[in-house]
């Protein structure tokens, strides 16, 4: 699955264009390396999100096409969020 899409049906960003947005500024990595918004995401990665002065390390747990409110923060773990 896309990293633009997975932002979105995760629920960590609320729509795809902010999310395809928010990785095309750089701010997106997965596993170390720069991620681009067709980047392919999979259960075992580790990604770290950058928003403003925000800093969210997550695992990825799943990947899922869809997926509810209450089940779509079971996709991920967060490992560490802190402000910078």
């Known amino acids: 699955m896309r990293i633009d899409k997975?932002?979105?049906v995760s629920r960590?960003?609320?729509r795809r264009t902010v999310a395809k947005e928010?990785?095309?500024g750089g701010t997106v990595s997965i596993n170390g390396?720069?991620?681009?918004?067709s980047s392919?995401?999979?259960v075992g990665?580790?990604?770290?999100l950058r928003l403003g002065k925000h800093r969210i390390?997550?695992?990825?747990l799943a990947v899922s096409e869809n997926a509810?409110?209450?089940?779509?923060?079971?996709m991920y773990k967060i490992i560490k969020d802190e402000v910078v």
């Open 6 to 8: 997975y932002l979105k």
């Open 12 to 14: 960590l960003i609320k």
């Open 22 to 24: 928010i990785v095309d």
């Open 33 to 37: 390396k720069d991620a681009k918004p």
């Open 40 to 42: 392919e995401i999979k």
């Open 45 to 48: 990665d580790q990604v770290l």
């Open 57 to 60: 390390l997550f695992e990825v």
């Open 68 to 74: 509810t409110k209450a089940s779509s923060s079971e």
